[in-house]
């Protein structure tokens, strides 16, 4: 009887308001503090940058206010977003989420990479790419947005109309990007292993999908999961 009431208990506790404000702050705080940082990095760039090279100067401060600006839209994602009406059951969704979420920011404890132009120009152009697209994702994605796999509202239009993963596709451009600059063997396994728990979150995500939406099959059904016409 006492299990059943807790058991109760805890299901009301998840469902109220307090608890959906109280699961937003981790997301927000992360990604607050990050644009902040980020933000103090522009400026110490802008007055260490070498007047001689203007190019690269244009290209690296697109890229930080790329990113600032990616992080700035994910935060008033989460602040703004429904609340859930499916979730994943179990652990492992959670511990896949979480990993393919934030697992690859232990690459900047490794040693930065030198390289060389060209190397350095892809690298760059592929975080500002990768940023820019997941900026504009997250604004047609508006109030659906979860690290978990969860179930909010289904967006099928914008981005979502050529493949299903549009938001995974364009972090992981940028994270590839962010992995040349501190390329290694062992950061080349880390992003093994975060691609792997980020294929994971997606197959959860759907199952979720599925549960809640019935329509959600023929779109799956339709549409790529997250490179067009190759997987």
Excluded at 211 to 220: A, L, R, W
Aim: aromatic content about 8%; overall charge positive.
């Amino acid at each position: 009887m006492g299990s059943t009431l807790t058991g109760f208990a805890l299901t009301r506790l998840q469902k109220s308001s307090a608890y959906d404000v109280v699961m937003r702050l981790p997301v927000l705080a992360w990604s607050v503090v990050l644009a902040l940082a980020l933000a103090v990095e522009l400026a110490r760039y802008w007055h260490a940058a070498d007047p001689a090279l203007p190019g690269a100067i244009v290209l690296n401060i697109a890229m930080r206010l790329s990113m600032i600006g990616y992080l700035v839209i994910l935060a008033a994602t989460v602040v703004v977003r429904t609340p859930r009406i499916g979730k994943a059951r179990g652990a492992e969704p959670r511990i896949s989420a979480l990993l393919g979420s934030f697992l690859i920011s232990v690459v900047v404890l490794f040693p930065r990479r030198e390289l060389g132009p060209a190397v350095g120009c892809l690298s760059t152009l592929l975080v500002l790419v990768g940023d820019s697209i997941a900026a504009v994702v997250l604004i047609q994605l508006r109030g659906s947005f979860s690290i978990m796999a969860e179930a909010r509202q289904l967006a099928t239009s914008g981005a979502y109309r050529f493949v299903r993963h549009p938001l995974y596709l364009a972090e992981e451009i940028a994270t590839i990007g962010g992995v040349i600059q501190f390329f290694s063997i062992w950061t080349a396994l880390l992003l093994v292993v975060q691609i792997a728990c980020q294929i994971r979150r997606m197959r959860n995500e759907e199952i979720v999908l599925m549960e809640v939406f019935p329509e959600y099959s023929n779109y799956k059904r339709k549409t790529p999961r997250i490179i067009p016409g190759v997987y």
